[in-house]
Each structure stands twice: as structure tokens, then as C-alpha cells.
């Protein structure tokens, strides 16, 4: 799946991630991840970051390659590289569900994140899909806000308790 933008919003491209790129991917995406983890279910930093190394390795055995998931790099024309989007069709469900969505730190507040949801909204559409789903951390207010102003709307809460705590 490939998108490029219209004349209306920044020259940007969603194209396939190559196998080359899966590192930078995961240079970003584990330690971001287990920083979530740690914070959102109050473990250790180590035990998180073994966690969302575990859970990475699990999810996409064979990097961008990986049957069923789709893993695509964010491209600005004139900026190159701006973030990634990971998510996984379910076509038999005319759905897909966002695993991850980010926008490097340069590059956010300029537009680029609204706008990507736009491009992956209309490839997806292309191919059937329906319905578009993800989880958001409820501490992660810019997410929140990009999702919401894209028309995405709160289906649920995800809670959590560790036992022995009160």
C-alpha cells in the first residue's frame, strides 16, 4: 500500500517499510513502548523494556516482511522521513487496527499526523476496510487530540490493576 498526498497538505507519502528500516523502527518503538508499559502498569523499567522486546519479537517474527501486518514508513517529500504507521487488516472483518502510529518529534505539530490518517483512511477504503480501530494510552493527550480531530471516536476504556495494591 502506497499513498502520497494532495496539493492541500504536506507532500507526504506512506510507502512500505523496507527491511533496511526495521531497525530505526525498532530503535524508536521498544523503548517507547516500554515506557508505556512501565508507566501505564507501574513495573520496573527493565522488566518493561524486556516486555516490549518480547512482545515485538512475537508480533513481527519476520520485521516488515511479517504475514499479515502491514508496517509503512511516513515520507515528506521534502523532508523525508517523518514517522511510521503499523497495523494489521482484518479482512474477512472489513477492519484494520492501528498497533502504531508515530510521528517523529521533529516533524509533529506541523500537520503530518492528521494528515496521514487522511492518506491511510482512503488506501484503506480502497481495499474494502470499513472500519478503523486502535488504542490509545489515556496519559498521551497530543495522540488523543490528532485522533479525535480525525473523526475517531472513545469505544471503550482499558483499565488495569496489580494485585496487592490498592
Known amino acids: 500500500m502506497a499513498g ?3 496539493n492541500t497538505g504536506p507532500a507526504l507519502v506512506l510507502r512500505p517499510m523496507r527491511d533496511a528500516e526495521f ?7 521498544v523503548p517507547d ?21 518480547r512482545e515485538i519479537a512475537d508480533d513481527l517474527p519476520q520485521g516488515p516482511q511479517t504475514p499479515g501486518e502491514v508496517l ?3 515520507v515528506d517529500e521534502r523532508d523525508g522521513p517523518v514517522g511510521y504507521i503499523w497495523y494489521r487488516p482484518d479482512i474477512a472483518a472489513s477492519s484494520a487496527f492501528i498497533n502504531d502510529f508515530h510521528i517523529l518529534a521533529t ?24 472500519d478503523i480501530r486502535l488504542r490509545v494510552a489515556a496519559d498521551n493527550l497530543r495522540a488523543k487530540h490528532v485522533y479525535e480531530t480525525s ?16
Open 107 to 130: 516533524h509533529q505539530g506541523r500537520g503530518f499526523g492528521k494528515h496521514a490518517l487522511a492518506l491511510l483512511e482512503s488506501a484503506l477504503a480502497a481495499e474494502g476496510i470499513t
Open 151 to 166: 473523526g475517531f471516536r472513545i469505544t471503550g476504556i482499558n483499565m488495569s490493576k496489580r494485585i496487592g495494591e490498592p
Open 23 to 29: 531497525a530505526a523502527y525498532l530503535a524508536y518503538f
Open 33 to 53: 513502548y516500554a515506557a508505556e508499559i512501565a508507566a501505564n502498569y507501574s513495573i520496573p523499567d527493565a522488566e518493561a523494556l524486556a516486555r516490549a522486546s
Open 72 to 74: 509503512l514508513c511516513l
Open 4 to 6: 502520497t498526498a494532495s
